[in-house]
């Protein structure tokens, strides 16, 4: 009877040990989950960290330097009145020969232009639910040339189906051509890819001393212009703003290298808060409009106008 009473009380005593080191161990979790809902940061835009987290013997440090980082990139900040444009080289990727994909149903077929007389259509197919481009936004796209087919390799949106393709800002015929010592290479159009948003285009390359098709990517409306008057277009990307980025340019030109794009507009200038600020194109002057917001919280912005020459931005006098 002893032994049992002892295993018994042993038992109880062992029982409410665990039960305190559980009810201990949540109070832990709920202090340390309250700390760390207090110690969150939101980063800035462009200077985001991995965790979000700060320790409390570094916050202070940490304010510190977020508050000298912003009187750098607002109070601090001014246009620069030239600023040249950095440029690297398009990476393209080769069209392959495709075949009609069976269940495939042709929705449509645009015309898309012609080279050298020899005419360019884009037919358009709804292919089976479980293929690959198989939802109800999009289609699968063959550009035909010379009575071959090339396929771009992503999904095109929907949009390429309407009856006027270009005034839905689905389809450009651009004919953008390297013309030194003759026609060598051609940026024929772009047409409009499936995405979460308007404006993320397929661009059709035409090389044509090999006599083959290539394609790149960009997000954006593109417009060919001779932005400084020498004589030679350039192919300027409007990107118009999608969900918490807004409007920015991006300029494309012929170089020894081919293909080349620069950098968008907004980091080339190193503007403050990049993702809320602007840079627009107007198609009217070909000047580039940009505003620069300096405050979220008080809603402060700076505007000025650049204008393009010879592969720099120029400040236009006030």
Not at 120 to 141: M, Q, T
Not at 215 to 238: A, K, M, T
Request: aromatic share 10%; glycine share 8%.
């Amino acid at each position: 009877m002893r032994t049992k009473a002892k295993l018994r009380s042993l038992l109880i005593t062992a029982t409410c040990l665990v039960v305190g080191l559980l009810f201990t161990a949540c109070g832990s979790d709920k202090q340390a989950t309250s700390s760390s809902l207090k110690e969150f940061v939101v980063p800035m835009a462009g200077e985001e960290n991995e965790s979000g987290i700060v320790e409390e013997d570094e916050k202070a440090g940490s304010e510190q330097e977020t508050d000298h980082v912003m009187a750098d990139r607002t109070v601090g900040y001014a246009f620069p009145e030239s600023i040249e444009l950095q440029f690297k080289p398009v990476e393209l990727t080769a069209l392959v020969n495709s075949k009609i994909g069976e269940g495939w149903v042709k929705t449509r077929t645009v015309p898309f232009g012609s080279i050298n007389g020899d005419p360019v259509v884009l037919d358009v197919y709804k292919v089976p639910e479980d293929d690959l481009c198989g939802f109800d936004y999009e289609r699968v796209v063959l550009l035909t040339h010379k009575n071959e087919n090339y396929r771009y390799p992503d999904c095109f949106s929907s949009s390429i189906e309407h009856e006027t393709p270009e005034q839905q800002q689905a389809l450009f015929r651009l004919d953008y051509k390297q013309k030194e010592q003759g026609v060598q290479s051609i940026v024929h159009g772009a047409v409009e890819l499936a995405a979460n948003g308007p404006g993320r285009m397929a661009y059709y390359y035409y090389d044509a001393i090999q006599g083959e098709w290539f394609g790149f990517e960009d997000w954006g409306y593109p417009r060919v212009s001779d932005l400084d008057g020498d004589g030679v277009e350039e192919l300027i990307n409007q990107f118009p703003g999608l969900h918490m980025s807004w409007p920015d340019v991006t300029i494309y030109r012929w170089s020894d290298q081919g293909l080349s794009y620069s950098a968008s507009i907004k980091n080339t200038l190193r503007m403050p808060n990049v993702s809320f600020s602007s840079a627009t194109l107007d198609e009217q002057t070909n000047h580039i409009k940009v505003t620069a917001v300096m405050s979220l919280e008080q809603e402060a912005y700076e505007a000025a106008n650049y204008f393009y020459e010879r592969g720099k931005l120029q400040r236009q006098p006030k």
